[in-house]
């Protein structure tokens, strides 16, 4: 049926500098300087940018990187707080053709240096708050980055580590630089480490061209108009803040940055600067709910608020709409640029009872405007589970805003993308009206805080200590976290070990967050070829009360 | 400084089925009925059908298509009016791998004829009231397209001309047919005949990433939220109505037909069926501000109105405010999908008086979200002009949503995309604040109550006559219309024809709305060279009384 040659509608057609333009989320940056010259684009203490500036600096970034050498293919890498450095490097950095990344702050040395060595970075910007682990881990490098100092005046303490200071090293560039659009939008633009399964975190890979739709989804998804003021509560560390700064350029908005997830600054920027949209795990709503009497006074306006990580719970969606936040539940990984799935409202479910409401809007969801596609299926034939909010499978998603791939992991990009689908390892179920809902996680990801950790993770450290025989680390359901790691552990024929000597193990050789809140002694349930039976441990870690933790 | 050599960024992280598809505007149809399978898409009548039919009925569109022997790179015309088969011939037409060719109704046979045969069109659906054109047309051509009829109730009169209708025609289709994505986003979905500026329309061909972005852009910066009830006043036929119907699916919105722009179903859409948003040139507006009293009654909510074509004026744009409308002023050409430049409203603007609003809102603009670049240079050096509101430039435009280029026209397509940039042939002043404001069109294009006009079409009509020595002929600002075809002759020596024997003529030869609507006997003024001087033409037919002409 179909003419295999080329006819008129491919003939004399092709791509030209007219008609063809790499998609790129810089795009949106000079868009916003040139028309909303004027606007603000970035506050931070007693900075306040409109986006004329903002463009400049981030071209005088792009002008001093290629100066210093870098160029495209090169990692640069940075270990800060939500501050104006940050959200400049989002665009500074790729207009000099390198690769953002953007480093999780809570990590420990080992792991800091871990991804330091795997990116390869070639400079390493890193605020004082951070100095003593990434003093370390830039000591224990055989080639370690040139470093940068953020030295921020809203932040006391720590050290300065670097040569010199990131405007000292801004003021070395050309505000006027020509950048140079990326030759290809398949070409890398970020590179995000997740936890994943194993010890090591893997590289997640962004492109210009996802970095663009999911930018752009963000945005008509959310229902965001021109010019809204975003509050940074989510890091920017996470999957590029969920691809918000690319966001924010492409409506023109404000950033209010927030070095800390802290009540007070909270509310007065929601006051004061009249934030609309702010992101965050069910923690920060679950601050907000709780906020001291008084405290939220004053703020009248109607404030969007997007989460995810986990289900957020009836009472907090209750407790947010009756004090005029409007939630919206979205769901992703870092290998899908942030949120691309979404549990998009349906307007005929407002008059339902709350409890209603909440266990519709607990669902992730439906896909996103820019991703293809999402399903349930069978982990190993593909095959979708029937929609009938029962039967358990596997979420796939495919889409443009699922990520390049693994960085040097080619066998790991090649089984997470194999039959055409991305492999989320989240099990879930498929409702009839489509939406999906998450049951269980088959990576064993403990989300504590917004924080993934991998059980896996947890459980080699605790493998490691000679006095331990078998360990087994799941999540806790926590009111204040979401979950928090509970591990069970065997130990050795007469070993000896107390709670608090193993809590200061893990102290000792891992990211505090990750560090099991709960550790319960004795033989763990096995099913009879051996395997721990983990989801009986589930049910124990939920059934704890709260005497037999630390 | 770069990297030449393929790095890690660009080494095991290629394309696969689960990060990259091609995009298509087309997943939105499949995205709005899985998640509003119930929600509204087409009203038209007592016709009204939900996502989930209107994605069957699409399906069932392309099946029936390639059972008919349809293809890639095959193209389908339609000549109809703004109903729901031409709606769902923008999803069912390319989800049978062909090219949709929507048919400006208003064009007279020969024109519809050298579009069918330009376009080798296979199939052609046609609605009743355009068949005394389309019959002259499909009885002229030697190999003519197999003919279906659009059968609309809402329509009396005409004669069915094929050999079976749309219904029937879909009934042999499968509405669950697994339609095939586009292998390519390059790959053509649509082709639009401009007249531009020789007799012989030129063929615009449009990619499916253009519009998957052009319908996003709409979305955008239109700020159309979910659900919204869009009224078709815009010709689909126009750039594919400006993208609006893949922008619908995207944002799952319900679509108003309008079989023709009249003021009564106009007020009735918009009260009874709630409409939020509508297209059209200022004639529209111009119209529901001179609505008797008492016809918008009932009229409370917010409308969103798009203009483009020409400037509204201030006393259009303070009435339509005072009812309740908000106007948007856009530009672009069939050769940029429609609306690629926007007069991005700022919100300082908002308390100045409204002459000044109505002079900033007269402008064309700035970018839109998905376009590149647009500038006023020297339309030789392409030397960008500077930005002081006077010196006069073309405007140039780059970026996705410029179009493919012209069917079978490497040089025209070739001479416009000349130096990486499109030339829109619109001579234009960029001001201070980045809006580019059109002052002439150096295309010599009249447009007549939206519609395009060459005036060099008709001069050649003209100048067929035997009577006549000379024309020329331009724009003359009408109050209805914007602008009408005003005729400068001289005749020959002897010769004698009066002014109703002319139009006479031309109501022969040309479709109606061409036709002169002001006919002035006498010398043409000239330069030393021998070149009509147009701009001392169009002083004088701005300033004729209404006694000179017919």
Redesign the interface.
């Given at each position: 049926?179909?003419?295999r040659t080329p006819?008129?509608?491919?003939?004399?057609?092709?791509?030209?500098?007219?008609?063809?333009?790499p998609?790129t989320p810089i795009?949106?940056l000079e868009?916003s300087a040139?028309?909303?010259p004027d606007q603000l684009a970035v506050i931070h203490g007693s900075i306040r940018r409109n986006w004329a500036e903002t463009l400049r600096r981030c071209r005088q970034l792009a002008s001093a990187l290629?100066a210093a050498?870098?160029?495209?293919?090169?990692t640069v890498s940075v270990v800060a707080a939500n501050t104006p450095e940050l959200f400049e490097a989002h665009f500074g950095v790729p207009m000099s053709?390198a690769?953002l990344n953007a480093i999780n702050t809570r990590l420990d040395a080992a792991s800091i240096q871990f991804i330091l060595e795997h990116a390869?970075a070639r400079i390493l910007f890193t605020d004082r708050e951070f100095s003593k682990v990434v003093r370390q881990a830039v000591a224990a490098m055989a080639t370690p980055p040139r470093v940068i100092d953020i030295d921020d005046p809203e932040f006391e303490g720590g050290e300065l580590l670097g040569d010199m200071d990131y405007e000292a090293f801004l003021a070395g560039g050309d505000p006027d630089y020509v950048w140079q659009p990326p030759g290809d939008e398949?070409?890398?633009i970020a590179l995000n480490y997740t936890s994943g399964t194993t010890g090591n975190p893997k590289g997640v890979?962004y492109h210009h061209r996802?970095a663009y739709l999911n930018a752009?989804s963000n945005?008509?998804s959310w229902?965001m108009?021109?010019?809204p003021t975003y509050l940074w509560t989510l890091p920017m560390f996470h999957c590029n803040g969920w691809c918000f700064p690319w966001t924010m350029a492409?409506?023109a908005g404000a950033s209010v940055c927030l070095r800390h997830v802290r009540l007070e600054p909270i509310a007065a920027a929601i006051r004061d600067e009249k934030v609309t949209h702010f992101c965050g795990a069910p923690i920060v709503l679950n601050m907000i709910c709780n906020a001291p009497a008084g405290l939220m006074d004053g703020i009248t306006h109607t404030v969007k608020a997007m989460t995810a990580g986990a289900a957020p719970p009836a009472a907090i969606i209750e407790t947010m709409e009756r004090r005029g936040f409007q939630v919206t539940h979205v769901y992703g990984l870092t290998e899908t640029y942030g949120p691309a799935v979404q549990c998009?409202w349906?307007?005929r479910w407002n008059d339902l009872p709350i409890e209603e409401k909440a266990r519709l809007k607990a669902r992730q969801g439906?896909?996103g405007?820019m991703l293809?596609g999402v399903m349930v299926a069978d982990p190993l034939s593909l095959e979708p589970v029937p929609k009938d909010g029962r039967t358990m499978g596997e979420i796939f998603?495919?889409?443009?805003n699922?990520?390049?791939?693994y960085?040097?992991?080619?066998k790991a990009?090649a089984e997470?993308?194999a039959g055409?689908?991305?492999h989320t390892g989240d099990l879930a179920v498929w409702h009839e009206d489509?939406y999906v809902e998450i049951k269980d996680r088959s990576k064993d990801i403990i989300i504590s805080g917004g924080e993934n950790i991998s059980s896996l993770e947890v459980e080699d450290t605790l493998y490691r200590h000679p006095a331990v025989l078998e360990a087994a680390v799941v999540a806790r359901p926590d009111p204040k976290w979401g979950e928090t790691p509970c591990a069970f552990i065997t130990l050795k024929p007469g070993a000896k070990i107390t709670r608090d000597e193993l809590t200061a193990y893990c102290r000792d050789h891992m990211a505090h967050f990750k560090v099991p809140r709960s550790i319960i002694f004795g033989p763990l349930p096995k099913t009879s070829t051996g395997k721990i039976q983990k989801f009986e441990l589930r049910r124990q870690a939920k059934d704890l009360d709260d005497g037999r933790d630390l």
């Amino acid at each position: 049926m179909e003419s295999r040659t080329p006819g008129p509608y491919e003939t004399g057609l092709d791509r030209t500098a007219a008609n063809y333009v790499p998609l790129t989320p810089i795009t949106f940056l000079e868009r916003s300087a040139a028309i909303y010259p004027d606007q603000l684009a970035v506050i931070h203490g007693s900075i306040r940018r409109n986006w004329a500036e903002t463009l400049r600096r981030c071209r005088q970034l792009a002008s001093a990187l290629v100066a210093a050498g870098i160029g495209r293919g090169d990692t640069v890498s940075v270990v800060a707080a939500n501050t104006p450095e940050l959200f400049e490097a989002h665009f500074g950095v790729p207009m000099s053709g390198a690769v953002l990344n953007a480093i999780n702050t809570r990590l420990d040395a080992a792991s800091i240096q871990f991804i330091l060595e795997h990116a390869d970075a070639r400079i390493l910007f890193t605020d004082r708050e951070f100095s003593k682990v990434v003093r370390q881990a830039v000591a224990a490098m055989a080639t370690p980055p040139r470093v940068i100092d953020i030295d921020d005046p809203e932040f006391e303490g720590g050290e300065l580590l670097g040569d010199m200071d990131y405007e000292a090293f801004l003021a070395g560039g050309d505000p006027d630089y020509v950048w140079q659009p990326p030759g290809d939008e398949w070409q890398a633009i970020a590179l995000n480490y997740t936890s994943g399964t194993t010890g090591n975190p893997k590289g997640v890979v962004y492109h210009h061209r996802g970095a663009y739709l999911n930018a752009v989804s963000n945005a008509l998804s959310w229902e965001m108009g021109s010019n809204p003021t975003y509050l940074w509560t989510l890091p920017m560390f996470h999957c590029n803040g969920w691809c918000f700064p690319w966001t924010m350029a492409a409506v023109a908005g404000a950033s209010v940055c927030l070095r800390h997830v802290r009540l007070e600054p909270i509310a007065a920027a929601i006051r004061d600067e009249k934030v609309t949209h702010f992101c965050g795990a069910p923690i920060v709503l679950n601050m907000i709910c709780n906020a001291p009497a008084g405290l939220m006074d004053g703020i009248t306006h109607t404030v969007k608020a997007m989460t995810a990580g986990a289900a957020p719970p009836a009472a907090i969606i209750e407790t947010m709409e009756r004090r005029g936040f409007q939630v919206t539940h979205v769901y992703g990984l870092t290998e899908t640029y942030g949120p691309a799935v979404q549990c998009v409202w349906r307007t005929r479910w407002n008059d339902l009872p709350i409890e209603e409401k909440a266990r519709l809007k607990a669902r992730q969801g439906v896909r996103g405007p820019m991703l293809e596609g999402v399903m349930v299926a069978d982990p190993l034939s593909l095959e979708p589970v029937p929609k009938d909010g029962r039967t358990m499978g596997e979420i796939f998603m495919r889409g443009n805003n699922v990520m390049k791939g693994y960085l040097k992991n080619p066998k790991a990009t090649a089984e997470c993308f194999a039959g055409g689908w991305f492999h989320t390892g989240d099990l879930a179920v498929w409702h009839e009206d489509g939406y999906v809902e998450i049951k269980d996680r088959s990576k064993d990801i403990i989300i504590s805080g917004g924080e993934n950790i991998s059980s896996l993770e947890v459980e080699d450290t605790l493998y490691r200590h000679p006095a331990v025989l078998e360990a087994a680390v799941v999540a806790r359901p926590d009111p204040k976290w979401g979950e928090t790691p509970c591990a069970f552990i065997t130990l050795k024929p007469g070993a000896k070990i107390t709670r608090d000597e193993l809590t200061a193990y893990c102290r000792d050789h891992m990211a505090h967050f990750k560090v099991p809140r709960s550790i319960i002694f004795g033989p763990l349930p096995k099913t009879s070829t051996g395997k721990i039976q983990k989801f009986e441990l589930r049910r124990q870690a939920k059934d704890l009360d709260d005497g037999r933790d630390l």
